[in-house]
């Protein structure tokens, strides 16, 4: 690519300068040709600075990818890179631009100033690692759903595999549950989070394919009883054109239409479900979009990517600021009949989110810090040599016993043992890695074969000490602290967890259900035991064994199930068991 580009601007700089020959040929005055020749080498600075523009961004953006800013300690050196790119090459654009009136009056006082800021900030460069992680998303899931002869049937089938595959890989937290405030790349990472959670990851990748959503939140509360639509705590809306499909993030399925009476129903209610009851016309309806979305310098980002590295970053509310037709347009034929469009207004959960996981305290920091340690595995341990740790100038080994020897090596393991971060080793961060490519929508089967080597490589209870004792060499094995042994069984655990989501992402049902039962065979008091018992029943439903998934939603059925509406929903979806004579 390189070397591509290098022989693009060469010819466009040979060109230019045949023009520049060609300007002062015969019949021209001297200032004619030296107005030409100026002109043309003006056009060469001109393109040769466009490239090297291209270039800077290119390099500025390889750093902002998941792979690249998930390794990166210092983030303010990538914000850094995008803001040297923008002072140099397209600061100019942006202070073009101005946020319309009309976008403002959507927009908080936080989420305004953030929108006219000029120069890029940390959650910014967070914000396009994110689009990059859904886009890839999106295209994997939007790969493995053909489109046939009826491409708008086909659109609905990826929409509503898209929510089913956030539903799955975000397992809810019990309310109970303390977690410190983390955005939606942690979220993606561990696997676990809330309704809102779900929202947030389905509406923005939606947003990566053009589609716009809004999120409904009925006036009145659920009912105890009745239809699915007097039952429904809340709805994501999604557009597509005319239409409008309704997906429960709760309950983790689409709003049925009344003749699907399926456990997982395959085609979406529209809005004529729930058009005709008062607590859904009356409802609140928000936009969800991130703060930065509605930037002048996402758009100006936006335009010059390469067409490889394509996202949408930027999000026009109401008009006003760019030519781009205004999210508030799009919808308003679809939902104009149920609910004014002028009333619509964003959703603030985005803001209040990013605010609060961009201001921890150390304790907070500690804490995330101590989350993410299993991402770090397998750590990469050689033989301690205890000899060399033993050095000391102020003792003279050769006046000392061997008992003493002994148990100046005995102090030393108990050293080792009382600074345990000595012991994890050298982080390798392969399952951090491996994890970003999973959840970016990497569903190959070499996705399955790298968690499986990852967590044969974190089985290691012991490391190895190398010791003299009457000047001959001897080995050990020191048994690993807890503190250490805690972060590696989770690591060990995860990666079983998520090579059957995997599997079940391959729609490899059979397989998954038995990595399933692994899983919680193996480790009964796991953080995702109660997950997984939901994703091996919906296996068991895809691969068409009612009787066994009813089986399982029964042992997943306990109060301390954060997902006992899913529960309870797919159980009375289940056909009933015959009646034995």
Known sequence: MAALDFRTAHFRTMGCLLVMLLAVGCGTSSQESADAASAASAEVAAAEAKDECRDRLNAAVRRVSPESLGTQTRRDSVVNAMNSWLASCAEADVKALSVSEANAKLLSETSLRTAKAVRFSENDVIYVRDCMLLKGLTESIWKQVPTGDDQSAAEVRRVT??????VRNIALMPAAEQRVPVGLYEVLLIGRGSVDDRIWAFTEALRQRQIDSVILQPATGAAATGSFAETAEQLVAV?????????????????????????????????????????????SVWLPTHPSAAAPRMLVLQQRLDASDALVLYEELAGGTSEIRPFLQRISGAVSSVWPVEAIRVWPVQEQRIAAAATLDEQQRQALTQMLRPFDSPFERESIDLDKMLTDPTVDESKLTKEQLQQMKAEAAAKLLEKSDALFGKPSRRLLQARISQIGGNFELSMIQQLQQIRVACLQEVVELSFSIDGKEAVGRLPLPESILSVQRSAVGDTLYWTAMSQLSRAE??????????????????????????????????????????????????????????VQWLKARLPAAPVQQ
């Open 161 to 166: 595999s898209l929510f089913r595959h956030i």
């Open 239 to 283: 557009v597509l054109g005319t239409e409008v499909l309704l997906y429960d993030p709760l309950r983790g399925v689409p709003l049925p239409v009344a003749t699907d009476t399926a456990p997982l129903p395959a085609v979406p209610g529209r809005l004529s479900e729930i058009g005709g009851l008062d607590r859904w016309k009356s409802a």
């Open 509 to 566: 049902y059979g397989t998954a259900v038995q990595t399933f039962r692994n899983h919680r065979r193996q480790y009964p008091e796991d953080r995702n035991r109660l997950a997984a018992l939901m994703n091996e029943a919906e296996c068991l439903l895809e691969f068409g064994d009612p009787a066994g998934a009813a089986a399982v939603l029964s042992e997943a059925d306990v109060p301390e199930n954060p997902e006992l509406a899913r």
